[in-house]
């Protein structure tokens, strides 16, 4: 017996997948919240989704939350939170190994489905907020977190590249927030933000486990059919605006490496077509930045292109000397050029299909790859089978390839410079 | 040729092991319902392999630091084309890497494996380097190295590494630096290719949708027969203390990371796995956010998040290692130190001690999940000289006893040493 899904909405606003693979060793559950993002409320459904996470009422304290979860032959149960188009989307996700591997047959998913179960509708609560003392904690967590984003590099730069790229627009927000704003939160905001997204955001379960096993559907049925729901509707697609003069912005970090991140914007809606022509250009190994930029010129160790359908925006990041970095968005323009005169073969074209191709046949190995599947496809309005998306895929022609292309406009330069040619100073004690 | 079929009850996975007759050692792991394949062509030459000798050799050659990493780079690249323009006929996505221990060479697909296998087995037993292609490769790895160096998280733990190793390779950066790799010509590749690339000291892991038989006929068409060259590998005598018990290093990072290494005797095999996994329990229980030890430290605003572990062994070094963000790493690691004496006087938690165990066996279990977890599963079991199993083994047999003795054993703060990166 092979794969099985099937989506069933449970109540208003909330989509319940059930997925039913033999072959793993596994449950994964993920409730996703999908709510607008906004400067006022990102930062609160951030640290109220990481306070859901840690406690709840009967299990009062991270504390012992993480002795429970280890208990249950370390069950997993965390939060994540991204930003899908102009939408915050907010992932809170269990995860254990299958019952038959217990040392004393305990019911394991059981017991974590009941931990979920409290953690969402039953919150560890003080007065009218969260628990203070684990909101004190997250809040620690989270002013850590800002403080750390400058650690990785290649990450932060593209970080604050998107404030300009997206300039004005939601997505431009962080979902964690500014420091001066989480210096100021409170646990009483941060609840009242959550039971708004009880409320009103637009909610997708996923479960996957190895046999069939509805407890977890029909405990989520009973349990949001008694919740108040007045769903608020999200737009997960909003296309960046071009904007009418390329923004060019240099910040310094110290740093060796200088990180060049260029924007282009497209209004092309032939999702499939702008991907392959991100691939040919720069999103595989043998694609044009690759070969020309990495290869052939030296001049850097990564330099790729990668197509973020929500935004309508390709977005190519690099690593370079800064005294290479004009040579190498030099470098960059003519090879997109190249891929807008139709300068690749039919190999080139069938190679960077077969690309794809092969990432969308994985699609069924992970409990983890199954839901990112589907879970886009809703946001999409556009909900289909791997083999379904694999023969749109392997229909598309050069020509739709060259017109994605050619829809591609610079948008944005953002160049992270490195202003120290050392980087760091060391300093050995010896005791 | 000699072929065994390894099978584990409890997960109902199995194995073929094969040892061929070029000296080969090949590991299949049939995974039916699965898409994918996933396969690895590994040699037994990490960074840390800089001083060898072949039976035809007179002495131990030393090679410059990060050569292993540069060959890698550069195998990728045959005479006629680069290698993957022929993956991309098939669609399969080819990587490789190279550690201390280690360079592999893998791919993974949903189709056409068998095509892939034989570019796999082809390319990496076809080197092709000249002075031309050598030198435009120094610039980019030269990028890599910077690119590197501006990680924290990464620096941080090679100066711990610094810290604690007086002679072992293991304390040099794996792709060297910008200037060692300024010494790597075309000669020296060939001379640690031939050396190292030999099916003697090699192994070719394939795991997922994939079939044992299709994979010898493939081996036996592709795989050059070459005669055992007798490696040996030596390192510089190792004393058991470390260099310096404290090193920081200033850069762009919001608050301080650290890294708390543990030297202890390195030990391998069977007995070296089961080391290993006492370790990480006992580090797992140590630094259990369901202590006390770190309900204080969290409550106190000392650390904020969970420390990560991890238990860094290979071929003649063992780390125990714990890190982490703090305000004040210096005053973290005296708390650490003080948790490890009270657990050495009062023993560990025994609650915490058997959740911890179900934590680690849980873990354990997940690997055996897909073709990816479970080709890099056989291929760890290859390069610490263990069967594939033997970890679930190890968990449910590990008592109380043997990791309040492995706290006793290898968690001596007079052989630690900490790292700090700490703001500009």
């Known amino acids: 017996m092979g794969l099985k899904i099937n989506r069933e909405v449970i109540a208003d606003g909330v989509g319940f997948s059930e997925i039913i693979d033999p072959k793993i060793k596994t449950s994964v559950l993920k409730i996703k919240f999908i709510t607008e993002l906004n400067e006022k ?218 990180k060049v991140i260029m924007a282009f914007k497209t209004k092309c809606e032939n999702r499939l077509a702008a991907i392959l022509a991100a691939k040919i250009f720069g999103g595989t190994p043998f694609s044009k930045l690759f070969v020309n930029v990495r290869e052939k010129m030296s001049l850097c160790y990564y330099c790729s292109a990668s197509y973020v359908y929500s935004k309508g925006t390709m977005l190519v990041e690099s690593g370079v000397d800064t005294e290479k970095a004009e040579k190498l968005m030099e470098a960059v323009a003519v090879q997109l050029e190249s891929v807008k005169q139709g300068d690749f073969t039919d190999e080139d074209l069938l190679a960077a299909k077969l690309n794809f191709a092969n990432g969308i046949r994985s699609v069924n190995d992970t409990p983890s790859q199954i839901i990112s599947w589907y879970f886009i496809g809703f946001c999409y309005g556009d909900e289909v089978t791997p083999e379904e998306e694999l023969e749109r895929v392997m229909k598309l022609t050069r020509e739709d390839v060259i017109e994605a292309a050619k829809s591609f406009d610079l948008d944005t330069v953002f160049v992270m410079e490195a202003n120290d040619e050392e980087g760091s100073d060391q300093e050995d004690t010896d005791e | 040729m000699n072929k065994q079929i390894i099978k584990d009850e409890l997960t109902g996975v199995s194995y073929v092991k094969i040892r061929h007759d070029s000296g080969l050692e090949i590991l299949v792991c049939e995974m039916p319902g699965y898409t994918t394949t996933e396969a690895y062509f590994g040699t037994r030459y990490g960074s840390v392999n800089t001083r060898f000798k072949t039976a035809a050799d007179d002495g131990f050659t030393v090679v410059p630091e990060g050569i292993a990493h540069f060959l890698e780079h550069k195998l990728f690249e045959n005479e006629d084309c680069d290698v993957f323009s022929l993956f991309a006929k098939t669609g399969a996505s080819a990587n490789a890497y190279t550690s201390f221990d280690r360079t592999c060479y893998l791919f993974s697909c949903s189709e056409n494996y068998k095509e892939s296998l034989e570019i796999l087995l082809s390319f990496v037993q076809e080197p092709y380097f000249t002075k031309e292609t050598v030198d435009k490769e120094q610039g980019i790895i030269a990028q890599e190295i910077r690119m590197s160096n501006d990680n924290p998280g990464t620096r941080c733990f090679y100066n711990m590494l610094r810290g604690i190793y007086h002679e072992h390779p293991v304390k040099i950066d794996i ?66 203390t470390v260099v ?121 279990v997940r690997e055996f999940e897909n073709p990816e977890s479970v080709a890099s599963l056989l291929l760890n079991s290859f390069y610490s000289r263990t069967g594939a199993f033997d970890s679930l083994k190890i968990i449910r047999e590990m008592t109380y006893e043997d990791v309040t003795e492995t706290v006793k054993k290898r968690f001596d703060p007079e052989k630690s040493v900490l790292s700090v990166i700490a703001p500009k």
């Open chain 2, 175 to 240: 792709a060297g630096t910008e200037e060692s790799i300024r010494k790597i010509d075309a000669d020296l590749l060939y001379k640690c290719y031939n050396t190292f690339y030999n099916l003697h000291n090699m192994v070719l892991v394939v795991a997922g949708n994939v079939k044992a038989d299709e994979v010898l006929e493939i081996v036996k068409r592709k795989l050059r027969a070459c005669e055992d060259v007798k490696l040996q590998t030596e390192f510089l005598y190792e004393p058991e």
């Open chain 1, 41 to 258: 409320n990102a930062q609160l459904n951030t640290i109220a989704a990481q306070l859901v996470t840690a406690s709840n009422s009967r299990i009062k304290s991270y504390s012992e939350m993480s002795d429970r979860l280890d208990a249950l032959y370390g069950s997993l149960l965390y939060c994540d939170v991204t930003k899908n188009g102009d939408c915050q989307v907010i992932s809170v996700n269990a995860g254990c190994i299958d019952n038959r591997f217990a040392f004393e047959g305990e019911n394991i998913l059981g017991d974590l489905l009941g931990i979920v179960h409290d953690c969402i509708f039953e919150p560890n609560l003080e007065g009218d907020g969260f628990d203070s003392h684990e909101f004190e904690l997250k809040r620690r967590e989270l002013t850590e977190a800002i403080n750390s984003e400058i650690n990785n590099k290649r990450w932060y730069a593209m970080f604050m590249a998107q404030k300009h790229i997206f300039k004005g627009e939601p997505v431009a927000n962080s979902t964690n927030g500014t420091m001066e704003a989480a210096e100021k939160i409170t646990p009483a905001q941060a609840y009242e933000v959550y039971k708004e997204l009880l409320e009103t955001a637009v909610i997708e379960i996923y479960f996957v486990s190895s046999s069939e096993n509805h407890t977890a559907k029909e405990a989520f049925r009973k349990m949001f059919s008694s919740a108040e729901r007045r769903v608020q509707k999200v737009n997960l697609r909003s296309v960046s605006p071009l904007k009418t003069e390329v923004c060019r912005v240099t910040e310094q970090v110290a740093m060796n490496q200088t």
């Open chain 2, 244 to 364: 310096k018990k404290e090193i920081t290093e200033k850069m762009a990072v919001g608050i301080p990371i650290f890294s708390i290494g543990f030297k202890s005797a390195p030990c391998s095999g069977y007995e070296g796995m089961k080391a290993e996994i006492e370790a990480f329990t006992a580090l797992s229980v140590i630094t259990n956010p369901a202590s006390e030890f770190c309900k204080g430290l969290m409550d106190e605003g000392l650390i904020t998040s969970p420390f990560s572990n991890e238990v860094f062994t290979g071929d003649g070094y063992f780390t125990s290692i714990i890190s982490g963000e703090s305000k004040d790493p210096y005053e973290v690691r005296d708390r650490v130190f003080g948790e490890i004496s009270r657990i050495k006087t009062e023993g560990l938690d025994r609650r915490l001690f058997e959740n911890t165990r179900k934590y680690t066996y849980g873990l354990s």
